[in-house]
């Protein structure tokens, strides 16, 4: 069974500092694609960012970047100068392996509560 | 381009009536997926659906529960003689196609009381 972890659910930092989200992941995939999304107070969720597992290059979208180890099956998510409108939850998210079906339904980690100080 | 829609965006149901919950997917997406949030939990998959066809099922409760996609309009999620359970945030995605990526609704917040 595919699984996805996150192990801080918690994390504070002072605004304009640099934080990194960690992810941990388990596929017997090759070909497969995962997911940072974001869900602040507004409770709305957001993608912040997609990688695609057969690219070496890491996913970067303005002060969003990943660190996609593919052999260690992990997927942190960067933030470089935060911003109070980054306080959030993260999730990230895995399509779940379905035989009959596809990978289309996505499996969520529980999720890392992000606190930006002013 | 509008985003996801999803209407109502807060509901109060009392046990025992009827909720029926619509998505509308993005321009373009013949793809929709329904998610539940529990309180201070992560996401859950109910449903994957295309037009006219429910494609994965295996994440809706065996009872009370249903969706469709018709061909015309927009999805909708009912859940009959609600519970206290019941209550949560029911998310609806929809996305391109396969592997393509999806895109989230705002969310109905559902209340039974």
């Known amino acids: 069974a595919q699984t996805v972890t996150q192990s801080q659910p918690e994390m504070s930092v002072q605004e304009a500092e640099t934080v990194t989200l960690s992810c941990t992941y388990d596929?017997?995939?090759?070909?497969?694609?995962l997911f940072w999304y974001k869900q602040p107070p507004s409770r709305q969720m957001i993608l912040v960012i997609r990688?695609?597992?057969?690219?070496?290059q890491n996913a970067t979208e303005n002060r969003f970047s990943v660190n996609f180890q593919k052999a260690a099956k992990s997927f942190s998510l960067k933030i470089s100068d935060s911003q109070l409108g980054d306080t959030a939850m993260y999730f990230c998210a895995f399509p779940t392996e379905s035989v009959n079906f596809g990978n289309e339904k996505l499996t969520f980690g529980t999720g890392t509560r992000l606190t930006i100080i002013p | 381009n509008a985003g996801v829609m999803q209407n109502p965006r807060h509901l109060v149901r009392r046990r025992g009536q009827e909720a029926r919950l619509r998505c509308s997917p993005m321009k373009g997406h013949s793809h929709v997926y329904w998610y539940r949030q529990l309180p201070e939990e992560g996401l859950k998959f109910m449903v994957y659906l295309q037009k006219e066809n429910i494609i994965d099922e295996s994440g809706m409760p065996k009872e009370r529960f249903s969706a469709e996609f018709p061909k015309e309009g927009p999805s909708i999620l009912r859940i009959q003689q609600v519970v206290r359970g019941d209550s949560a945030a029911y998310f609806c995605a929809s996305s391109r196609g396969y592997q393509e990526t999806q895109y989230f609704g705002p969310g109905t917040r559902l209340l039974v009381l």
């Open positions: 990688q695609e597992a057969y690219k070496q």
């Open positions: 596929t017997s995939e090759n070909n497969y694609y």
